[in-house]
């Protein structure tokens, strides 16, 4: 009812326009619209900052949401294998410190056989499995990084 | 001057002949290595890694925890080079592992991991030629990989004792399913008795390692050197407390801990010299006088942190060394089985020892077989261990 009202009244008024004015009026329309727009959207985020700032309890849930995003990225994301070689690394830094006389002398003495066959397999599977098979075109390709043909002499 | 140009023709051929024979060299291959180590590391390298699913497969093939299948059956035929570069390394008597002992804590061992791999191939692949019934094949794998285990032995480290002794226990006890689940000939019998006596008196005891590590250890108990021992600390009880000892360490702190390891030596080597009983009657009093509290005795520090665990290693060779004596003696009645055509009711004479005991093994004759049982408990494991051994009818 409102906005039928606002077209009649509008039909009624006799304006006159030109090209120059409804420019000017244009540009500060839409200059307005942008400061507006910018105001709304900065609006709602002042809230929400406002928010978690001011209650406690909600910084702590957003803290452990974090936290749980977080483990469930790594858990998730990265392959068990992939853990496992992270831990073992952090541990030592290559295989070849696993395999050292040291490495292996006192991880004897502290559990026995069991350890130091454990450090002994640690060791091998850093290096990780072999390919079954390369033939002579794969060889070229690993070593040249691309598809070479064999040459005719 | 007919005998003068046959005399020159003569001449000229033996001088062809010589020159030739001189130049042959020139033309060889080079020799193949005179050092098994270089065969084995070869061996190390050409065969496929497992991936998960199938290491645990060979290991368990090897122990004799499952049949063979097809898969573990091709893959094993794809490590065929490995094992074969392994067999030739069973000719060689030298083996040189060229370990730069000089890098002390440091040094490589990695040959170590890769020898227990691929002794587990290389059973493995014993086990599929006992499941085939080719019996001859199945024992040389089994006296290749015995060789290996011999040859891991070889340098003095201790290390390198204890793979020995899990691949000398691992092939043990595949010869002992072979030998249960087929008929040999006499001949074949006294051949293996032969090859594995031959291997045996190749092995060193464990006195050899211990003195290398004895050396070893003590190059750190020195005022330049002690502070590397600090990440090999463990992180228990009183670490702090010897790591604080170790960061003030003098000249005289290491003087007297290196007095005292030596002393702790002298008391091993000689209380190892002692039978099986006697010697774990001196394990109180060495750990009462030598490893003590070293709070109150800082002199004990480097010995408590550097001495090896000499009673463990000991038992394992024990341990090791006497299931090798038993399964020489049931040599020894499978070749009177063989002759005879029955078991014999009592050992031959001279047959090996049980180490713990010192004794003859208790020899009992079972239905399908027989039982070779050990007449004194094994101190560590608070075990008595018997040897079953079956006859293929």
Redesign the interface.
Same mark, same amino acid.
């Given at each position: 009812m409102k906005s039928e009202k606002t077209e009649k009244l509008i039909k009624k008024i006799d304006i006159e326009t030109n090209a120059k004015v409804n420019k000017v009026v244009l540009d500060d329309v839409l200059k307005a619209f942008e400061k507006t727009r910018k105001e709304k959207s900065a609006e709602p985020q002042m809230s929400i900052k406002n928010t978690i700032l001011k209650s406690r309890i909600t910084k702590l849930a957003v803290a452990a949401v974090i936290i749980v995003a977080i483990c469930f990225f790594f858990t998730h994301h990265i392959p068990n294998g992939q853990i496992e070689t992270l831990q073992v690394t952090q541990i030592a830094k290559s295989?070849?410190e696993l395999?050292?006389?040291?490495s292996?002398?006192?991880a004897? =003495?502290?559990g026995?056989?069991e350890m130091?066959?454990k450090?002994?397999?640690k060791?091998?599977?850093m290096?990780?499995? =072999?390919?079954?098979?390369m033939s002579m075109q794969e060889l070229f390709e690993e070593v040249n990084g691309e598809n070479l043909e064999r040459t005719e002499l | 001057m007919k005998v003068n140009n046959k005399t020159k023709l003569v001449l000229f051929i033996l001088i062809g002949f010589i020159i030739l024979t001189l130049r042959c060299p020139a033309f060889a291959l080079p020799p193949d290595p005179d050092n098994a180590a270089l065969l084995y590391y070869q061996a190390f390298c050409v065969y496929?890694?497992?991936?998960?699913t199938m290491e645990d497969m060979v290991r368990r093939l090897a122990g004799g925890g499952m049949e063979p299948n097809p898969t573990i059956t091709r893959y094993i035929e794809?490590c065929r080079p490995a094992i074969e570069l392994a067999a030739s390394a069973e000719e060689l008597s030298k083996c040189n592992w060229g370990l730069k002992y000089s890098?002390?804590?440091? +040094?490589?061992?990695?040959h170590? !991991?890769?020898a227990? +791999?691929l002794t587990y191939i290389i059973l493995a692949d014993a086990r599929i030629a006992l499941a085939q019934a080719d019996y001859d094949l199945a024992i040389r794998r089994c006296l290749t990989a015995r060789k290996l285990g011999v040859d891991v032995g070889q340098d003095p +480290?201790?290390?390198g004792f204890?793979v020995e002794k899990?691949i000398e226990k691992m092939t043990n006890k595949c010869i002992q399913d072979i030998l249960s689940s087929s008929t040999m000939e006499l001949e074949t019998l006294q051949q293996l008795k032969t090859q594995l006596n031959e291997l045996d008196s190749r092995i060193k005891p464990v006195e050899f390692f211990l003195k290398t590590?004895q050396e070893?250890m003590s190059m750190y108990i020195t005022p330049e050197r002690i502070r590397e021992v600090l990440?090999?600390i463990?992180s228990g009880d009183g670490s702090d407390f010897a790591r604080e000892l170790i960061l003030n360490a003098d000249e005289q702190f290491c003087r007297r801990n290196l007095a005292h390891f030596n002393d702790y030596w002298s008391y091993v080597f000689s209380a190892l010299k002692l039978p099986y009983q006697q010697v774990f009657n001196k394990k109180e009093e060495l750990e009462k006088n030598y490893v003590g509290d070293f709070k109150e005795n800082p002199d004990a520090t480097m010995t408590v942190i550097l001495g090896? !665990?000499v009673y463990?290693m000991y038992g394992?060779g024990i341990r090791s060394d006497t299931f090798s004596n038993a399964l020489k003696t049931a040599l020894e009645i499978y070749e009177i089985t063989a002759k005879t055509g029955q078991l014999p009711d009592f050992l031959p004479a001279g047959s090996r020892k049980d180490l713990y005991s010192g004794e003859d093994f208790e020899y009992e004759k079972t239905a399908d077989g027989f039982i070779l049982r050990c007449r004194a408990k094994d101190l560590i494991k608070n075990k008595t261990y018997e040897y079953e051994f079956k006859i293929e009818k």
């Open positions: 295989p070849a395999t050292t006389f040291a292996l002398t006192f004897y =003495r502290e026995g056989m130091f066959e450090m002994c397999d060791a091998l599977k290096t990780g499995p =072999r390919p079954a098979e | 496929e890694k497992p991936d998960d794809s890098e002390g804590f440091d +040094m490589q061992a990695r170590l !991991a890769e227990r +791999m +480290m201790t290390v204890l899990a590590e070893l990440p090999q463990w090896p !665990a463990k394992l």
